[in-house]
């Protein structure tokens, strides 16, 4: 029997699809004994893993990121590529189900052989990204797929994590929106390798100025953020800003320029290695943090006492800090 780890090894196909499907779902399970199977999955496909690019992508609601991630895919496969995305929804805060909706839009990309689709819910994870999207990027490179795509929810904290877990992180704006300060209060112009003026298109003269913005506001990130911004220093990437119409596919070709040389500078300066080592140790300490975070609260002391220490907090008869405190020690006594 070919186990599931030589299903996604092997040949590109039908199968391959059927087994990566199966081994995300896998890996999205929180029971014990599926979590179990998928640290051994994982252990086997980690040698085969770590040579695709990985490429977040970001904005608010409507910025046609959708639009974008399928051009690009597009152009990309036409290049020879294969092409994965991981698109974050977001999880309905009344039944908890997701909307799904990025599949559905990207109506080309999602049929095309050398492409592969994962739409996950957000669950209520940090910044609506899906909590496995870490080890489905692996299943992924395994699989072949050389540019792994991870779209976000683009709300929240969803950049900074995806910032967190990707080889370069592109940021799309609208021209008119009126926005690039707020985003620069949010701390989010300050983590965009590349930003992207989408719909460039509909109003040209917005696009430019919004273009001239952003641009000046980089300039001034740069001088009081990271190091790496120095623009004497022509071996260091300096963060860019474009124009595009992702519709018309106007663009896409300079976007991807930009992608490679951006690559390029990482990869012979090698903060890209360094950038993918810090994030392993971040990825295992999130994970022992979530661990415990599960231990605590299955824990037999802890859940006799939580029912009336929350009451007595909600009431103000007990400081939350006392509370937890006592949670603490209830969990350290055997």
Known sequence: MVSLAQSILGAPGAQQRRAIAKAITLLESTRGDHRTQADA???????????SFRLGISGVPGVGKSTFIEALGLALIAQGHRVAVLAIDPSSSVSGGSILGDKTRMEHLSVHPQA?????????????????????????????????????????????????????????????????????????????????????????????RAQAQITSALRILGQHGRADHA??????????????????????????????????????????????????????????????????????????LLPQLTKEVEQGRIAASTAARQLLQAMQQK
Not at 41 to 51: A, C, I, Q, R, Y
Not at 145 to 165: C, L, N, W
Not at 243 to 272: C, H, M, P, Y
């Open 116 to 208: 592969y689709i994962r739409p996950s819910p957000a669950s209520g994870t940090l910044g609506g990204v899906a909590a496995k999207t870490r080890e489905a990027m692996l299943v992924c490179e395994a699989a072949g797929y050389d540019i792994v795509i991870v779209e976000t929810v683009g709300v929240g904290q969803s950049e900074t994590a995806v910032s967190g877990m990707t080889d370069m992180f592109v940021l799309l704006q609208l021209p008119n929106a009126g926005d690039d300060l707020q985003a620069i209060k949010k701390g989010v112009m300050e983590l965009a390798d590349l930003v992207v003026i989408n719909k460039a298109d509909i109003d040209p003269d917005a696009a430019t």
């Open 41 to 51: 999955l994982l252990t086997d496909l980690l040698p085969h893993t770590g040579t």
């Open 231 to 304: 623009h004497h220093d022509e071996s260091q990437w300096h963060p860019q800003v474009l124009q595009l119409s992702a519709l018309k596919g106007q663009g896409i070709d300079r976007f991807w320029q930009a992608v490679t040389r951006f690559r390029q500078l990482q990869e012979a300066n090698g903060k890209l290695a360094a950038r993918r080592r810090h994030q392993s140790l971040d990825w295992m300490w999130e994970r022992i943090e979530s661990g415990l975070r599960q231990a605590f609260r299955q824990h037999a002391g802890v859940k006799s």
